[in-house]
């Protein structure tokens, strides 16, 4: 599948980017931010959400505008930056002529805790987060109304010498959103790893049970950028 044609980059004023595909007087919005590095490091356009753009894109349909962050700093102890980054991002798109109505924002591990700083912006109707880390010094009574979708792969955080997240701490994440108001779910991608894809010698390659992570994450995207209902799951995803 092609990659997403994105227009040319904006910089935001904190230091990062954001750069967009659709129309811009698009009544629908899905904002898509990556995770984070270990170590302070430029931020880069995160590869899993390189892959996932297009993906997006087809489920929603050419009427919805998607876009991207790079964060300033990628790294996890900089995460305040990042969440002003997406911050920022949203600002310049609330700021255009004909603003999005519904957004939905999408966040991949450090992405589930800088998409949730930001989940109480006006227009915003939901927070998908594949292996999301949730600082639990960030509230979330933010969704309270809204909705959250938490994917996370049963392999997360299980093998040695790979980073992850911890199931258990996003799991008790959507516990907490739940009794905040929001109509919250978890589920898990049986054999899923930490991330969609990599990058290797220019080419991306996508990680094992990406296209499990993205048959639950783009139709929850498609329905939510419609005005629609969640589907509820009533077991673990497969």
Not at 16 to 25: F, K, V
Not at 185 to 198: D, K
Request: proline share 7%; net charge positive; glycine share 12%.
């Amino acid at each position: 599948m092609r990659e997403v044609a994105w227009d040319a980059p904006v910089p935001l004023e904190t230091g990062g980017e954001l750069r967009t595909n659709g129309p811009a007087d698009a009544q629908a919005l899905v904002l898509l931010a990556g995770g984070g590095t270990g170590a302070s490091a430029p931020g880069k356009w995160s590869t899993s959400m390189v892959w996932l753009a297009p993906r997006v894109r087809r489920g929603v349909g050419d009427d919805v505008r998607i876009a991207q962050v790079r964060y300033r700093d990628s790294s996890f102890g900089a995460i305040r930056g990042s969440m002003a980054d997406v911050g920022a991002a949203l600002e310049v798109e609330a700021a255009r002529p004909h603003p999005a109505q519904r957004i939905v924002l999408v966040g991949l591990s450090m992405g589930g805790g800088t998409c949730l700083a930001n989940a109480g912006a006006p227009g915003v109707v939901g927070l998908v987060a594949m292996a999301p880390w949730f600082p639990t010094q960030l509230p979330v009574s933010v969704l309270r109304g809204r909705r959250l979708l938490v994917v996370h792969g049963s392999l997360d955080n299980a093998l040695p010498l790979v980073p992850g997240t911890s199931l258990r701490a996003s799991r008790d994440a959507v516990r907490r959103a739940e009794a905040a108001g929001a109509d919250a779910e978890w589920r898990c991608v049986q054999g899923g790893l930490h991330g969609l894809a990599v990058r290797r010698e220019g080419r991306i390659w996508r990680l094992p049970r990406a296209g499990a992570f993205a048959r639950q994450i783009v139709p929850e995207v498609a329905r939510l950028t419609a005005g629609e209902p969640p589907v509820r799951s009533r077991s673990a995803a497969r």
